[in-house]
């Protein structure tokens, strides 16, 4: 890949443009730091802060910052190789897994891959299909013969199926220039019943998931909840109470915003252990 070498001006005006987002990530509060100031709310007590330690986070790059020198590092999602050198390709946190080199993105609009498992709300109903809303730049169509099993005459009125502001789990079996075709016809694809519904930044869905999953079944677990996490940043959340719920999405909630901590998930289930311990 050839990159056209930048002149001094415009590397100056593209930091400039960045420079108010990036400060923003970079004067980041350590995650101890929300706990104590939640605590101190509760108390009524004033924010008098000592000296701390600095929490350990990964590194913000910025596109066209080497990120790795070398031929022993590979290149991954968000850089290019330009000689020896990795550039980042794009605004984001720094990701070193082993020898491979990510640049994981902070923020953008959901893009639709195939095979994304995507939680949609039904906005639309055509003589033959569906249209959902998937929180994407494109929507989402779900076709009659992806939609049900069963034999539809025709005509017939698809709202018995799937209603308007209906919520479904379904997933991305195309993409195509008017749309993510839809399928329910999969392993735990459905209409949702009630329940919580968090929107998170579809980039901090990894996290949110976590390793093999690993995030996520803390948090079902510590608050016995039953939770899907679409790839479109939408996340439903079922508990026995609505308690339980507000504290599964408290978890998320802190998984998004300090997706940047190294050791979260030991983080988050102190954090949860600390809310059921006062109850």
């Not at 020898?99 to 893009?111: D, E, F, N, Q």
């Not at 220039?177 to 579809?202: W, Y």
């Not at 976590?210 to 079902?220: D, F, N, Y």
């Amino acid at each position: 890949m050839v990159r056209r070498k930048e002149s001094a001006e415009e590397m100056r005006k593209r930091h400039e443009e960045l420079q108010k987002t990036t400060s923003a990530f970079t004067e980041e509060k350590p995650f101890e730091e929300r706990e104590e100031r939640d605590e101190r709310d509760e108390r009524g007590e004033r924010d008098e802060r000592g000296e701390r330690g600095q929490e350990k986070v990964r590194e913000i790059v910025l596109p066209g910052q080497v990120v790795a020198k070398g031929l022993d590092f590979l290149p991954g999602d968000g850089t290019v190789r330009e000689g020896d050198d990795i550039i980042a390709a794009r605004f984001g946190l720094l990701d070193l897994v082993g020898r491979l080199v990510k640049v994981i993105p902070l923020s953008g609009t959901y893009l639709p891959k195939k095979e994304d498992v995507v939680i949609g709300k039904v906005i639309e109903i055509t003589a033959a299909s569906w249209i959902i809303d998937i929180g994407a730049v494109t929507v989402g169509m779900l076709g009659l013969s992806e939609g049900v099993r069963e034999y539809v005459e025709k005509y017939a009125d698809l709202s018995k199926y799937y209603n308007f502001g209906d919520l479904i789990v379904a997933q991305v079996i195309a993409v195509k220039p008017r749309g993510a075709e839809l399928s329910m016809k999969g392993s735990g694809l459905r209409k949702l019943d009630d329940g919580l519904i968090v929107r998170i930044n579809s980039n901090k869905v990894p996290r949110v998931i976590g390793r093999a999953g690993s995030m996520v079944t803390l948090i079902k677990n510590e608050t016995d909840c039953n939770i899907i996490v679409g790839q479109n940043g939408v996340i439903w959340i079922k508990g026995k109470n609505v308690e339980s719920e507000l504290l599964a999405r408290e978890a998320i909630k802190r998984v998004e915003e300090f997706s940047h901590v190294s050791d979260l998930t030991e983080k988050i289930k102190a954090f949860l252990e600390k809310v059921k311990a006062k109850k």
